[in-house]
């Protein structure tokens, strides 16, 4: 069970960089949640909606990215300590760290 658990882990964390370096590419520094989870889908994460929700409320209380509604759809804006985790300046807990690109 721990085995699962840690799979589990590893892919929420993945997940959660995925979503931070997809926002963080955007010119303006916002993406709707549906462009998040069709992201996810092109990194082989694929995911329901409801979960890209809950990985973004979880990274808006880890300071991460701001969340905005528009129209019952969520928007998220990066911010300076999401900016920060991607470019490797100062780790986020419960988020993967960017791996050495080749």
Do not use: C
Not at 12 to 29: A, C, D, H, S
Not at 35 to 58: C, G, H, M, N, P
């Amino acid at each position: 069970m721990a085995k699962s658990d840690g799979y589990k882990d590893y892919v929420t964390e993945k997940g959660r960089l995925v979503i931070l370096q997809v926002i963080g590419r955007e010119f303006n520094g916002h993406l709707r949640e549906d462009l998040i989870q069709k992201a996810l889908d092109a990194y082989f994460l694929s995911r329901s909606i409801e979960w890209v929700r809950t990985q973004l409320r979880k990274l808006e209380e880890l300071g991460a990215v701001q969340l905005t509604d528009d129209a019952g759809k969520m928007i998220a804006g990066i911010t300076r300590t999401g900016r920060d985790h991607v470019d490797r300046r100062a780790p986020i807990d419960g988020v993967a760290w960017p791996e050495d690109e080749a």
